[in-house]
């Protein structure tokens, strides 16, 4: 009985090096799994931390909360969606009754909300908020409604006309007397 001893003790520490091993390994992954899947700190720490206290359970656990896709496919899964948003049509909604509205109505045919403005040189419609006429480079609706700007008040006095010379300039300042007379 005595020489069966050794090997079972070199089989459990086979086994405990084994699992210790193993233990390690899951760390490992648990690790590099929740960093391609996010970039929150506390959300590495605490996963490490599950697997490294529980074990088994924690990976369990991990698997469970971890999140469903990693950044990258995220990733791709957002420049696929806006790919597909970019290859649709515009669409218009009208901002008065919400119905939709084609990209070259001027007016909305539901409620008469203005939606744009044709151009006054080539008749192609307008945004509102255009300030050129993209098609032709005539002056857009901007331009054309907004209204010229009031003259600024300056803060210097103007000049009277009792205080006008003969000719309707301003008198020359009088310049103080130094005792010489210029040659």
Do not use: N
């Given at each position: 009985?005595?020489?069966?001893?050794?090997?079972?003790?070199?089989?459990?520490?086979?086994l405990?090096?084994?699992?210790?091993?193993l233990?390690?390994?899951?760390?490992?992954?648990?690790?590099?799994?929740?960093?391609?899947?996010?970039?929150?700190g506390w959300?590495?720490?605490?996963?490490?931390?599950?697997?490294?206290?529980?074990?088994?359970?924690?990976?369990?656990?991990?698997?469970?909360?971890?999140?469903?896709?990693?950044?990258?496919?995220?990733?791709?899964?957002?420049?696929?969606?806006?790919?597909?948003i970019?290859?649709?049509?515009?669409?218009?909604?009208?901002?008065?009754?919400?119905?939709?509205?084609?990209?070259?109505y001027?007016?909305?045919?539901?409620?008469?909300?203005?939606?744009?403005?044709?151009?006054?040189?080539?008749?192609?419609p307008?945004?509102?908020?255009?300030?050129?006429?993209p098609?032709?480079?005539?002056?857009?609706?901007?331009?054309m409604?907004?209204p010229?700007?009031?003259?600024?008040?300056?803060?210097?006095?103007?000049?009277?006309?009792?205080?006008?010379?003969?000719?309707?300039?301003?008198?020359?300042?009088?310049?103080?007397?130094?005792?010489?007379?210029?040659?």
């Amino acid at each position: 009985m005595d020489s069966w001893q050794p090997i079972i003790a070199l089989v459990a520490a086979i086994l405990i090096a084994y699992v210790f091993i193993l233990w390690l390994g899951t760390i490992f992954w648990v690790y590099r799994d929740i960093r391609e899947r996010t970039r929150d700190g506390w959300s590495h720490a605490i996963s490490v931390a599950l697997v490294a206290l529980l074990t088994l359970p924690g990976l369990i656990l991990y698997l469970m909360i971890r999140p469903r896709d990693t950044l990258l496919e995220a990733y791709e899964r957002r420049l696929e969606t806006e790919a597909l948003i970019g290859d649709m049509p515009e669409r218009r909604i009208c901002p008065g009754c919400q119905r939709p509205a084609r990209p070259d109505y001027l007016v909305c045919p539901h409620c008469r909300t203005g939606l744009r403005q044709a151009c006054k040189s080539c008749h192609k419609p307008l945004e509102l908020t255009w300030v050129a006429c993209p098609y032709c480079a005539a002056t857009g609706p901007q331009q054309m409604t907004m209204p010229a700007a009031p003259p600024i008040p300056s803060a210097a006095p103007q000049p009277s006309a009792t205080s006008m010379g003969a000719e309707g300039a301003p008198p020359a300042p009088s310049r103080p007397s130094t005792g010489r007379t210029s040659p």
